[in-house]
């Protein structure tokens, strides 16, 4: 095999520098929360995503999503009947409006 030659930086061109990003516990995604989403999505009938599945669409849900936006309120994240199994796409989607909203979106189609 051929040697890679070596990518090629300007040399004016800083270093890239690595990205710091907050952590898990930093964003309020912490322990608990990991370990019970993650539980939550292990559950009967929580492996597709409910967004996905209301457009007569199958994909496999990969996170949790707030049917209300808690916007920081505790008690409100960690409420199970608040969530709902969500694959990224819908999740970032909706993002943190009110979910009648966002079906409607999908239902009517935008
Ligand atoms: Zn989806």
């Known amino acids: 095999m051929p040697n890679r030659p070596p990518i090629f ?7 890239p520098k690595p990205r710091k990003r907050p952590s ?21 009938g929580n492996q597709e995503c409910v967004y996905c599945k ?8 990969t996170c949790v999503d707030h049917i209300i936006p808690h916007r920081g309120n505790e ?16 999740n970032s989607r909706k993002g943190d409006r009110p979910v009648e909203q966002f079906v409607k979106e999908l239902t009517h189609g935008t």
Do not use: H, I
Request: charged share 25%; aromatic share 12%; proline share 8%.
């Open 54 to 61: 209301m457009q007569g669409k199958f994909r496999p849900a």
């Open 75 to 90: 008690a409100l994240r960690m409420d199970v009947t608040n969530w709902a199994a969500s694959c990224l796409r819908c």
């Open 9 to 15: 930086r300007p040399s004016w061109l800083p270093e």
């Open 24 to 44: 898990a516990a930093q964003r309020g995604y912490d322990g608990p929360w990991q370990k019970k989403s993650r539980q939550y999505l292990n559950m009967r």
